[in-house]
């Protein structure tokens, strides 16, 4: 299982560019990260992430979700190239399909996802858009366990990123995303290293309840 000098066997879903799958991709390529990448599925053939499975060397899937008659026959398809693996960790990396309460359970306690804001602000989609429109001066990103509730599992990490006077969606987004390729693989490599992991609604951080002041990567280290 998980320790200092064992790789985990990590399988990572997307949807698209896949810049999050590239950071980690690089992180298990200079062997920064105890990461063995089984595979990079995604629910879309035309995600620009899967190029960059294939440019590392590591094996890609399509599980297309448009071929299936809804989405619990997507899903048992999807679990199915999943297990094939029998990964220790599943990411979510830009993956944009609600998953069900029951796929979620099967995965209890290995399932990541990063999401573009500081939760539990601006769950779902748009958050870029919505944080500029309330006139936030802070926003961010934030790695958590997939619980079936959308966006709302257990926070490991947190990175904030400022607001600046002239952003638009983009400019903000682009400044958020330069924080997520850090975070997502220092809690990769937590949870690799043993160092977290889910407990009820909680993590555990080194066999300590984390607690909201210790979520902010700029404090962690
Ligand atoms: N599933 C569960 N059960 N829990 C979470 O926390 C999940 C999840 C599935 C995906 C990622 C997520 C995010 O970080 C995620 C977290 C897609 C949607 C969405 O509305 C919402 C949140 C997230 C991903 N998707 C539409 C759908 O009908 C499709 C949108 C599209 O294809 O562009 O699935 O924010
Ligand atoms: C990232 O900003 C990620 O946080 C967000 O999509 C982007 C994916 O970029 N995820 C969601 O919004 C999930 N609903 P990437 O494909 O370049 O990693």
């Given at each position: 299982?998980?320790?200092?000098?064992?790789?985990?066997?990590?399988?990572?879903?997307?949807s698209?560019?896949?810049?999050?799958?590239?950071?980690?991709?690089?992180g298990?390529?200079?062997?920064?990260?105890?990461?063995?990448?089984?595979?990079?599925?995604?629910?879309?053939?035309d995600?620009y992430?899967l190029e960059?499975?294939?440019q590392?060397g590591?094996?890609?899937?399509v599980?297309?979700?448009?071929?299936?008659?809804?989405?619990q026959?997507?899903e048992a398809?999807l679990?199915?190239?999943?297990?094939?693996?029998?990964p220790e960790?599943?990411?979510l990396?830009?993956?944009?399909?609600?998953?069900?309460?029951?796929?979620?359970?099967?995965?209890r306690?290995?399932?990541?996802n990063?999401h573009?804001?500081?939760?539990?602000?601006?769950?779902g989609?748009?958050t870029?858009?919505?944080a500029?429109?309330?006139?936030?001066?802070?926003h961010?990103?934030?790695?958590h366990?997939?619980?079936?509730e959308?966006?709302?599992?257990?926070?490991?990490?947190?990175a904030?990123?400022p607001?600046?006077?002239d952003?638009?969606?983009?400019?903000?987004?682009?400044r958020?995303?330069?924080?997520?390729?850090?975070?997502?693989?220092l809690?990769i490599?937590w949870?690799?290293?043993?160092?977290v992991?889910?407990?009820?609604?909680?993590?555990?951080f080194d066999?300590?309840?984390?607690t909201?002041?210790r979520?902010?990567?700029?404090?962690?280290e």
């Amino acid at each position: 299982m998980a320790g200092i000098d064992h790789k985990i066997r990590l399988v990572v879903l997307i949807s698209g560019r896949g810049s999050n799958l590239q950071a980690i991709l690089d992180g298990a390529t200079s062997g920064v990260l105890p990461v063995e990448i089984r595979a990079v599925i995604s629910n879309r053939p035309d995600a620009y992430g899967l190029e960059r499975a294939r440019q590392a060397g590591v094996p890609t899937a399509v599980v297309d979700h448009t071929a299936f008659p809804d989405r619990q026959t997507f899903e048992a398809a999807l679990r199915q190239r999943i297990d094939a693996e029998r990964p220790e960790l599943v990411i979510l990396a830009g993956f944009m399909r609600i998953l069900s309460a029951g796929f979620v359970e099967h995965y209890r306690g290995r399932l990541l996802n990063i999401h573009p804001s500081l939760l539990p602000k601006y769950r779902g989609l748009h958050t870029h858009e919505r944080a500029l429109a309330a006139g936030e001066r802070e926003h961010g990103a934030s790695v958590h366990f997939v619980i079936p509730e959308l966006d709302s599992g257990p926070v490991i990490v947190q990175a904030r990123a400022p607001v600046l006077p002239d952003d638009d969606p983009d400019t903000l987004a682009a400044r958020v995303l330069a924080r997520e390729h850090r975070i997502y693989p220092l809690a990769i490599r937590w949870f690799a290293e043993g160092r977290v992991r889910m407990q009820g609604d909680n993590v555990l951080f080194d066999g300590q309840l984390l607690t909201s002041s210790r979520l902010l990567e700029d404090e962690q280290e």
